[in-house]
């Protein structure tokens, strides 16, 4: 028998000669060209929650509540300089709670791994009972590859932590009476749910010191309170009243614009309800206070809006 011309491959029970190879890689190179040759950029925003490996160059001086946070993050006795900083900074950020895109002037997705369904559960009935408390619109919400993307409408406005130092005494009190009369409303607007907490399931979220969540059902409260609990010991806190919290009340969580034109300062949202729900009258202000030494605005906590809390 005589040489074949090609070279032949035998694959799967079939023979491909070299040519038809050939061709096949021909036209893969063709289809790569079609394509374009160098691949298109991702967004940025794909990339903002990875952390590339590398000595990192600390461009400004570590604030006390960003040390306060990654120390919470890094091991015992483990400096947050050079590459001691990447553990702590990538398990804050894997701990978080999202990310925010805006999509468009008129839409923003917030996506995370530990975006809670409260926020939503929360605003939903604040806006049918209560127009006038600025709280966001939650659109719709899905799960993709162990990631919650929640879409909603954008909150005109900055953060109050960034204008609180440019205010003056009048715009700073015109902000404590907004949030009294809107904290005022809140408080008199029907629970949700029979439970304590908030969010479906609902759940008791408390923050201080670590993170702790527990179901508690009104009536086992209720129970408590009246069979459970000496009545004449002051020792036990009696709970009489329970209302609607919002239960992390700071600048970060308040948007605001100053509009001249209408008046001066504005309040124009109030952000993340994830630990919200019915609690105690009194939470509202026991949970303001949570913040305080972390947030350096001096004088914030004088203008806390103790009228809305119940004080």
Request: with cysteine.
């Amino acid at each position: 028998m005589g040489k074949s011309q090609h070279t032949v491959y035998k694959v799967g029970g079939h023979l491909y000669p070299s040519r038809r190879r050939r061709l096949l890689q021909t036209r893969s190179l063709r289809s790569q060209e079609c394509r374009g040759s160098t691949p298109q950029k991702q967004p940025p925003y794909q990339h903002m929650l990875a952390i590339p490996q590398g000595q990192p160059e600390i461009l400004q001086p570590l604030a006390p509540e960003v040390i306060a946070l990654l120390q919470q993050y890094s091991y015992q006795g483990c400096k947050l300089t050079g590459h001691g900083i990447y553990s702590p900074l990538n398990g804050a950020l894997k701990s978080g709670k999202g990310a925010l895109v805006q999509l468009d002037e008129h839409l923003i997705v917030r996506l995370g791994s530990n975006i809670s369904l409260t926020d939503t559960n929360i605003t939903a009935p604040i806006r049918k009972h209560a127009a006038d408390i600025p709280v966001p619109q939650p659109l719709d919400m899905l799960c993709l590859g162990g990631k919650v993307y929640a879409f909603m409408n954008p909150i005109e406005g900055r953060y109050l932590d960034k204008l609180w130092p440019d205010l003056s005494s009048t715009d700073r009190f015109s902000i404590q009476d907004q949030l009294d009369a809107r904290f005022e409303n809140l408080r008199s607007l029907p629970l949700p749910s029979k439970y304590l907490g908030g969010g479906n399931p609902p759940q008791c979220i408390d923050c201080r010191m670590w993170k702790r969540k527990s179901c508690f059902s009104l009536g086992i409260a209720d129970l408590a309170r009246n069979h459970m609990l000496s009545s004449s010991d002051p020792c036990f806190l009696r709970i009489n009243v329970l209302i609607l919290t919002h239960g992390d009340l700071h600048p970060r969580n308040i948007l605001a614009i100053n509009d001249e034109e209408r008046g001066g300062i504005r309040i124009t949202g109030l952000i993340d309800w994830e630990v919200g729900g019915a609690y105690p009258e009194y939470w509202e202000f026991v949970k303001s206070l949570n913040t305080v030494h972390s947030i350096r605005l001096g004088d914030w906590p004088f203008f806390l809006p103790l009228k809305g809390m119940g004080k």
